[in-house]
């Protein structure tokens, strides 16, 4: 069974593949799309982001971007992304 964490981290990481690759995902949108906090949300892109997971872009028009190709991804890599030490 997952964690609710892990759980989170799946869907905010299956919005962010399912974004056109040339565009960001900001963090107040996965809020909304996830009904979770933004300080919540920001944990979450936080662990995926030390992981190597997305990249994050500041300034207008920035946001998160997944770096990892999708073909090299797997749902247990995701997983152990937030699984709680």
């Known amino acids: 069974m997952l ?3 892990a759980a989170l981290g799946l869907q905010v990481l299956t919005t962010i593949a399912s974004a056109p690759s ?3 995902i900001t963090a107040n949108s996965l809020a909304s799309v996830t009904g979770v906090s933004l300080s919540y949300i920001e944990g979450i892109l ?3 982001r030390e992981q ?6 500041r300034g207008p028009g920035g946001g998160y971007q997944l770096v990892v190709s999708l ?6 890599d995701v997983v152990l992304c937030f699984n709680p030490k």
């Open 52 to 57: 190597g997971l997305i990249r994050a872009t």
């Open 22 to 24: 040339d565009k960001t």
């Open 3 to 5: 964690n609710k964490r």
């Open 71 to 76: 073909d090299q991804l797997s749902v247990w």
């Open 46 to 48: 936080k662990d995926a």
